[in-house]
């Protein structure tokens, strides 16, 4: 499974092209295709960037849902209506749209955060705010991750 780490300040320049970090680069190329899907986080102020394997599988867990049911069509129009298939170019620019830009008010201070299985673009003030808000709520919940199983131990 392919994971992205780390934060990554970048500029967004005038043609609405961003540099994608070289060890996203080397994780996508490393899964077979740098081919993403981007699209506005309903959940918060970036822009959510997916290698289209995972998103293929987030896809999957949608089809799942009763397909009338509002859930449904909430989750779809939130997930898929905006989203774009992209890839970087061969010197690892990525183009962002304008929409997503202009809706989410990007400047030329753009910072990319891992975020495990996908990777996020935002505006740089809000990435730092962000970050120290998910970090005192993970304090404040007491929040941890069961420990890991030895390699062959019953689940």
Known sequence: MTRFLGTHNVKLDKKGRISV???????????????????RSYQLECIECWPEPAFELLAESHDRLDIFSAGANDLGASL?????????????????????????GLGEAVTILGANRSFQIWDSARAAAHLAEARERA?????????????????
């Open 80 to 104: 898929f209506a905006g989203a774009q298939y992209a890839r970087p170019d061969a010197e690892g620019r990525l183009v962002l749209p304008p929409d997503l830009v202009a809706g989410l």
């Open 21 to 39: 970090p070289a060890p996203f680069r080397a994780r996508l190329e490393a899964q077979g295709s740098a081919q993403i899907v981007l699209f």
């Open 139 to 155: 304090r404040a919940g007491n929040l941890t991750l069961p420990a890991p199983r030895a390699p062959g131990a019953a689940p």
